[in-house]
């Protein structure tokens, strides 16, 4: 077949940074484009830790993104964060999750969770109102290497996690690992996994050989080869378990390109593409509506959005940058070809 065309269901981004003022402004319009929802980071400075920042921060969001876009909003769980404040949000169609950042882990994490022990009362709370927790799997400690954070975290935390709240829906945010997809395929139903695309294109190697490239840095750091390998493998598994979830995370050219160079990849303007190039590498393009439009929806209890989006295998050159005002981005893949491209 050449120039084939794939129409599937409207898609969604079930995990994205969209920041807040002008970065907001700048970005939102990318996902919106794309995807109808999407669940929307609360690692903002300070971060979305009551209702009423969750509302506000909505108002701004659907602003910015204009009509025909939903933001599904996140607490920022904190220690000692009131469980009943969350299972409140959450029945009022405020919080659609809430979000563990071991504190330090990454971007915006300085006020997240010390100890998984001090928020036990707030996952009982979660778990109980049917609230989904979204994790960031890394562990903290000085003393294990960088590439090996999210392995250890499986063992520290994420087990102890899953056998204490067997009734806690979980997802394991942006997975970059073989043992990572293999614990979720393990565990029950409750417990899922979002995967970017950048973890399905790139390993370790796009960031360090022949200089440093500052634009393929984010947390959960890209792995080795043999791990990339795994979540394609799962990603394109057909596994209910496995979801898109972008984790596009901007940051400013000149905070990417520094001394001490910010995590995230901003893979907005052109993720569906970006998806859509792994699952035809794969041979998968018929999973590939499972992946982005309905996986997630099942595992939030969220109905499945109307409407399709088309794409087509057709040369799609990515921009070395985009402008917007004072602010320039690079976007994942600039100065590549994707071989996907929406038309419709
Ligand atoms: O690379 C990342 N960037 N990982 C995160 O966990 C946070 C994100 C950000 O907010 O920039
Ligand atoms: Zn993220």
Redesign the pocket.
């Known amino acids: 077949m050449t120039n084939p065309k794939l129409t599937i269901r409207r898609p969604d981004d079930w995990h994205v940074?969209l920041r807040d003022g002008a970065m907001l402004e700048a970005v939102a319009p990318y996902t919106a484009r794309q995807f109808a929802r999407a669940i929307v980071?609360p690692?903002l400075s300070p971060p979305i830790t009551t209702i009423d920042a969750a509302r506000a921060y909505r108002g701004r969001i659907e602003a910015a993104a204009g009509p025909g876009f939903t933001p599904l909003m996140v607490a920022y769980l904190t220690d000692g964060i009131d469980g009943a404040m969350l299972a409140e949000g959450h029945a009022a169609g405020v919080f659609t999750a809430a979000k563990l950042?071991p504190a330090h882990?990454?971007?915006?994490?300085a006020h997240g969770v010390t100890e998984v022990r001090h928020i036990h009362g707030a996952l009982a709370a979660m778990e109980q109102a049917g609230m989904p927790l979204l994790v960031?799997g890394e562990v903290t400690d000085h003393e294990v290497d960088v590439f090996d954070r999210e392995a250890v975290f499986i063992d520290r935390t994420m087990a102890g996690l899953v056998r204490d709240f067997p009734g806690l829906k979980i997802v394991f945010e942006?997975i970059t690992t073989e043992e990572a997809a293999q614990f979720v395929l393990a565990a029950g139903p409750n417990v899922a996994a979002t995967i970017t695309p950048q973890h399905l294109h790139i390993n370790r190697n796009a960031m360090l050989v022949g200089g440093i490239r500052p634009h393929a840095?984010?947390?959960?750091v890209a792995k080795r080869e043999k791990h990339r390998l795994a979540l394609r493998q799962a990603a394109t598994s057909g596994s209910p378990k496995f979801f898109l979830g972008t984790?596009s995370?901007?940051?400013r050219i000149e905070t990417k390109e520094a001394a001490c160079g910010?995590?995230?990849?901003f893979n907005a303007p052109f993720a569906l593409e970006s998806y859509a190039a792994v699952f035809d590498e794969e041979d998968a393009l018929d999973r590939l509506e499972a992946f982005a439009s309905e996986n997630g929806p099942r595992f939030y209890g969220l109905p499945f959005n109307e409407g399709t989006v088309t794409l087509a295998r057709a040369d799609n050159p990515i921009p070395e940058s985009f402008v917007t005002g004072d602010i320039e981005l690079v976007p994942f893949h600039a100065g590549e070809t994707l071989r996907w491209r929406i038309t419709g």
Do not use: E, R, V, W
């Open positions: 940074h980071m690692n950042y882990a990454t971007t915006g994490s960031h942006h840095y984010c947390l959960p984790d995370a901007p940051h910010c995590a995230g990849i």
